[in-house]
């Protein structure tokens, strides 16, 4: 690509996109790999960043892929598109008048960090769409992982159906 006459900057650019888009939590550390790579190609420019780029390209392409997080994230867009704007749930909303609070703002807020392992069920989807889960693993294990964390917090409440 840089024989080509790519930008350098355009690549390594491209790379922070496949990191996150096709390796997704199948490895987290390609997301960081991949920004350090654009940040140091911006810091050092031509024609040492083809060592950083070359170093970066050779660790996405061997890195095992994921697109839970894609899959996720597009199907959640997908519900709001259909949904339309609802409303944040009462206990989520701040409530800096009198009115508010009168209102219920902030009423029955959960502070996480009040509860053991600084978890606590709470509801912070719009009731429309609060059974609604979004993040399905693939096979690769550490997506796996997500999900097990997900299902141990939450049970099958966000369990795709």
């Avoid at 409303?87 to 219920?104: D, H």
């Avoid at 550490?142 to 966000?158: A, F």
């Amino acid at each position: 690509m840089v024989e080509g006459g790519e930008d350098p900057k355009f690549i390594s650019r491209r790379m922070i996109i496949s990191a996150s888009e096709d390796i997704g939590l199948a490895n987290p550390n390609a997301l960081l790999m991949a920004n350090h790579c654009f940040q140091a190609v911006q810091a050092v420019g031509w024609p040492e960043a083809r060592l950083i780029l070359a170093q970066c390209t050779i660790y996405l392409a061997n890195s095992p892929k994921g697109n839970a997080s894609y899959i996720a994230i597009n199907t959640a867009q997908q519900v709001v598109k259909e949904t339309g704007n609802l409303g944040v749930p009462l206990p989520l909303r701040n409530a800096p008048t009198k009115l508010m609070k009168e209102l219920g703002y902030g009423k029955g807020y959960k502070y996480s960090h009040d509860f053991p392992g600084n978890f606590v069920q709470q509801e912070f989807m719009p009731e429309e769409i609060s059974s609604l889960g979004f993040f399905n693993a693939g096979s690769h294990p550490k997506e796996k992982e997500v999900e097990e964390n997900i299902n141990r917090l939450w049970g099958t409440k966000y369990t795709k159906k």
